[in-house]
């Protein structure tokens, strides 16, 4: 007989397959299309053992990491994606997210569900080496992909180097050496035009 613990783990599998119906404002390195919240996840979990070398705290429990990473975007199966650079969106943001992890990680076994919710609020608060490191992450993989797909979503949008500098600059605290890689590919998008100075 399969056990009731069993059955919840299964329903929020299966819930969880909805996060591949979840489109973000960047797109992937052609620009053919906006990546998927799994994808992104995904993306990032492979960064977060990759570049470890390169946190900032060599200590760090990569195993949280890659967990933040993979979890901290099924939220958005009930409250949407939010762009980074929507200042009305962000408004009402964390209490559409809170009531969206609520639910979503209320469907687990007690345990889990609970371990679910301090990861996210853990990756949410940016407090701790391991959050730092894997916001980092989160910031620095769609800077490259807007550089790749030449400036995509910041052209789209009309987003300017210095909102781009200030959204990303936290990535220092998590990883120096890729918010230096990220900083130089600010730079290069600026001068190839494809994200626009202040004013011009």
Same mark, same amino acid.
């Given at each position: 007989?399969?056990?009731?613990?069993?059955?919840?783990?299964?329903?929020?599998?299966?819930?969880?397959?909805?996060?591949?119906?979840?489109?973000?404002?960047?797109?992937?390195?052609?620009?053919?299309?906006?990546?998927?919240?799994?994808?992104?996840?995904?993306?990032?979990?492979?960064?977060?053992?990759?570049?470890?070398?390169?946190?900032? $705290?060599? *200590?760090?429990?990569?195993? %949280?990491?890659? !967990?933040?990473?993979?979890?901290? @975007?099924? /939220?958005?199966?009930?409250?949407?994606?939010?762009?980074?650079?929507?200042?009305?969106?962000?408004?009402?943001?964390?209490?559409?997210?809170?009531?969206?992890?609520?639910?979503?990680?209320?469907?687990?076994?007690?345990?889990?569900?609970?371990?679910?919710?301090?990861?996210?609020? $853990?990756? *949410?608060?940016?407090?701790? %080496?391991?959050? !730092?490191?894997?916001?980092?992450? @989160?910031? /620095?993989?769609?800077?490259?992909?807007?550089?790749?797909?030449?400036?995509?979503?910041?052209?789209?949008?009309?987003?300017?180097?210095?909102?781009?500098?200030?959204?990303?600059?936290?990535?220092?605290?998590?990883?120096?050496?890729?918010?230096?890689?990220?900083?130089?590919?600010?730079?290069?998008?600026?001068?190839?035009?494809?994200?626009?100075?202040?004013?011009?």
């Amino acid at each position: 007989m399969i056990s009731e613990r069993l059955k919840k783990q299964m329903q929020f599998i299966a819930e969880a397959d909805k996060i591949k119906n979840v489109f973000r404002m960047t797109k992937i390195h052609d620009g053919s299309r906006r990546e998927n919240d799994a994808e992104h996840s995904w993306h990032l979990a492979l960064m977060a053992f990759l570049l470890s070398e390169h946190s900032k $705290e060599a *200590d760090i429990d990569l195993l %949280k990491v890659i !967990k933040m990473c993979i979890i901290h @975007d099924l /939220v958005e199966i009930d409250a949407g994606d939010t762009f980074c650079y929507d200042a009305v969106g962000n408004m009402d943001k964390l209490e559409r997210e809170k009531k969206a992890a609520k639910r979503l990680f209320g469907m687990l076994p007690e345990d889990q569900g609970k371990e679910m919710v301090a990861l996210w609020e $853990e990756f *949410d608060a940016m407090e701790t %080496k391991e959050a !730092k490191y894997a916001a980092a992450l @989160d910031r /620095v993989q769609p800077v490259m992909l807007n550089y790749l797909n030449q400036g995509g979503t910041w052209l789209e949008h009309q987003i300017t180097k210095d909102r781009v500098v200030k959204r990303n600059k936290p990535i220092d605290e998590g990883a120096p050496a890729l918010w230096e890689y990220a900083s130089g590919l600010i730079d290069e998008a600026a001068a190839k035009g494809y994200v626009k100075e202040a004013g011009s």
